[in-house]
């Protein structure tokens, strides 16, 4: 293949990502053809514009190749091969013994997929990628792939409005133990992405790396590649007590069962750290919480102004205050306070995630069509 028509192809894979809910808009740079020249050689780039969101085996995908002149072993080989570099999904499905492959995106997909096996390049890439253009491709719908719930110190200070009727203070979808008590038994611990990225930038920070946790068939696929261990519902929760203590904030999934679960801090977080760089960052979050001062108790201390992931809280005339267009409502605020001066507030309007992961994705399209 000559360099004309390798370029070509790439072009064709980025156009071909970017009809997808989640896309890859074009920059002026190029830097987006950079990441994928990096990750897909031109054979894969090829196989990957065959696949589309719903998975599908190899009979499936073959037919295509079939007309080209192409073995089913070479499809099958290098659709294992591209599952191992982190480029697509894939798994076992219902029926015993196939794998269906479908279409990754950049995120939530190929840069988690990247744990452990992280380059510079691909590093320097992704993080000018998200300045130019990725940022505003993944928050424009308003409709968010990983959403916030409240730290379970915090859950106990949460206040409902008298104007307001809640048959239930705080849902099941809210509460980490009873997220995870209805989550899929089998579950993977990997290393964060986010803070192997920043440690290769040189801008790493002391948070755990062994934070993100898999579910199900996400699951299945970390701890057949590599890219997670195995462990329990009881080790999880173990883990997340020493990260609440941290002040990590809880982001899983936006769907009622999760795939995904992170914690996450507001130094090494892609979605933290870029939505903080923007005005009102809070609209792009699915909370159903906002904190708020407790003036009488407040002593002024900046603790909370210290540890909150957003900066939202600061400290005015010696009182603390919150910025609800920062507030997510993580309840981190609460959790490191020693005076019970911040409590958790539950929004007027409460967000109730997505079944699934596919209404998920339904729903991020028909937002984002409607912004076209």
């Known amino acids: 293949m000559n360099s004309d028509s390798?370029?070509?192809?790439y072009k064709k894979l980025r156009k071909h990502l970017d009809s997808f809910p989640v896309g890859y808009p074009k920059t002026e740079s190029g830097v987006e053809l950079k990441i994928l020249k990096e990750l897909f050689n031109p054979e894969h780039a090829m196989i990957a514009l065959?696949?589309?969101i719903i998975p599908q085996t190899v009979d499936e995908i073959y037919p295509y190749f079939k007309r080209r002149e192409k073995s089913r072993e070479w499809l099958e080989f290098n659709l294992n091969e591209m599952l191992k570099k982190g480029v697509?999904?894939?798994g076992t499905g219902k029926e015993r013994g196939k794998i269906y492959y479908s279409i990754a995106a950049l995120a939530?997909?190929?840069f988690e997929y990247q744990v452990n096996r992280l380059s510079p390049s691909f590093a320097r890439n992704f993080v000018d990628y998200m300045d130019e253009a990725y940022r505003d491709e993944i928050l424009k719908t308003k409709v968010p792939q990983m959403r916030t719930?409240?730290?379970?110190?915090?859950i106990k200070t949460i206040e409902v409005k008298e104007m307001v009727e809640h048959k239930n203070i705080v849902t099941p979808f809210d509460e980490v133990e009873q997220l995870l008590a209805d989550a899929s038994d089998t579950i993977s611990l990997s290393n964060c992405i986010c803070r192997q990225t920043k440690d290769i930038l040189g801008k790493g920070c002391n948070h755990p790396k062994e934070t993100c946790f898999q579910f199900g068939g996400a699951a299945h696929y970390y701890i057949d590649n590599g890219l997670g261990r195995k462990i329990t519902k009881e080790e999880v929760l173990k883990i997340i007590r020493e990260g609440q203590k941290l002040g990590l904030v809880l982001?899983?999934?936006?769907?009622?069962r999760p795939f995904a679960l992170c914690m996450c801090c507001g130094c090494s977080c892609e979605i933290l750290t870029n939505a903080k760089k923007l005005e009102n960052p809070a609209q792009y979050f699915h909370t159903n919480?906002?904190?708020?001062?407790?003036?009488?108790?407040?002593?002024?201390?900046k603790l909370c102004?210290?540890?909150?992931?957003?900066?939202?809280?600061?400290?005015?005339?010696?009182i603390s205050t919150v910025d609800l267009t920062r507030c997510i409502g993580c309840g981190v605020c609460v959790t490191f306070c020693n005076f019970d001066a911040i409590r958790l507030v539950k929004k007027e309007k409460e967000v109730i995630p997505p079944r699934n992961t596919l209404e998920l994705y339904q729903k991020i399209a028909v937002a984002k069509a409607s912004k076209e």
């Open 289 to 301: 919480y906002y904190a708020e001062v407790i003036p009488e108790n407040c002593t002024g201390c």
């Open 251 to 256: 982001q899983p999934s936006n769907t009622q």
């Open 305 to 318: 102004e210290a540890k909150c992931p957003m900066d939202a809280a600061k400290v005015v005339n010696e």
């Open 50 to 52: 065959r696949l589309g």
């Open 108 to 110: 939530v997909g190929i």
């Open 88 to 90: 697509i999904n894939g």
């Open 6 to 9: 390798t370029d070509k192809i």
């Open 149 to 154: 719930i409240p730290s379970t110190k915090a």
